[in-house]
């Protein structure tokens, strides 16, 4: 079983390369804190965008609570 510490880099290596989901989750992560118990809506933001630049609905709907 992974880390959550190696599970986070795994999903930041992931959505740096393009993946869709992985960005959308590494967006809601940060929405919600879920990697260190503390909201980065600018992080979250970001992630979000490109998710739902790509066609991610349910970034979009996550992005719509943060702008």
Known sequence: MLSDNQEFLNLVDAAARGNIEAARKLGEGYFKGTFD???NLEKAA???RYAAKHGDI???AIL???E
């Open 37 to 39: 118990g503390k909201k």
């Open 46 to 48: 970001k992630w979000l």
């Open 58 to 60: 349910k970034a979009e």
């Open 64 to 66: 719509e609570q943060i």
